[in-house]
DNA sequence: AGTTACATGTAATACGTTACATGATTCT
DNA sequence: AGAATCATGTAACGTATTACATGTAACT
């Protein structure tokens, strides 16, 4: 089951609008980067293979005096592989990697303080990460329409998709606090 | 920042008993593969690196007639980088890879429907994993010993490890559940 | 006798990060 | 003038998966 997630992050970007090697590399430090995201030095090259594959092409447009940037745009190919990955059913993966989650199955190797000092750290870490994306969604409220008004949000809602990455990365943080926060007792 | 969490990963294994290649196999397709796993090509020659590193030893032990196996032991240079690796504060990653919700950010490329059944799919999937997370959970109660009893969990317990992953486990299936449970409303 | 589990390795390939390398444009 | 951002690429290395390869031991 080879997968090649990348190609259809790029693919999916472009699926709406044309964009640079450099706008996909700014996108992934955006919301989506919560749940996917890939190095510039990834892209580039996963670009070149998609226009080899004939899934995009792009045409190079000068910015200011002579600055060349390669605009790339999804094709008709491009379009049926982005929509057959997407209506694929997403197998549930057998490891969800969490080095922090590692160290706490061997919390014996650790004195009571020590395990305590980790999981606070990470509970604090955890709770700005909250706060963080909290007003990242107070912020957009506008954007996705208020609760309970005209504008609520619905399935043609052009920002659906944003609207979910964000909650979903809220409810992943609000668990993950709750959780420390329920166990945080067991070091004191 | 090189982490090379595989290599802690096979040192915290040993911390407490010998294994052979193929028993830490086995012990990533148990509760810490949820946070943590490797194949066997992976982990044996990360096994050979760390015995040339000094890390590790093993003695070969006859099994049955003529197979042999190396158990391997953790070495007190070992243990000394396990307990620096395990007191380092763990920074949050910046993307926790989900292609799940990289499908759901591109939802517009769906149809409701379309988009209905990948959810469902998911929420029927992550709701089966949950009931199988809990069921281990509970089967492990007398293990762990039963809440507001002399057996309650405690720090010094010697299976506080396990509990923590098993329970980070289903806090984290229930989070995704509640999460699908949600949001379904938006694609019927 | 046949199947599953135990047991260990290597080879080829794919995916991902850090470092190297260069230059233009915009903002302060 | 200097800093931050925009813009694109390659090289080296590290991490991870799939496939190749072989054989023993235990269970039914």
Redesign the interface.
Known sequence: MI?R?LK??IL?LL??QEYSGYDITSQ?KK???????AKHSQIYPELRKLVDEGLLHFRTQIQGEKLEKKMYTITEAGRKE??E???S????P?????????????????S?E??R??FE??LQ??QE?LVHLKQEYEQLIPLFGEENTSGA???DH?H???Y??L??AI??E???V??LK??VH??L
Chains 1, 2 share one sequence.
């Open positions: 997968v997630v259809y992050a999916g699926y709406r992934f919301e989506i980067g919560q749940f996917w995201s982005l929509l990955w997407a209506l059913p997403e197998p549930l057998e490891t969800e990697k969490d080095a922090f989650m590692l160290k706490m199955y061997f919390i014996h190797t650790l009571q020590e395990a000092i980790l750290n990470q870490q955890r990460k949000m619905h399935f052009p659906l998709g944003h979910l990455v909650t979903k409810a992943r609000q668990s993950y709750e959780w329920r166990h067991l070091l």
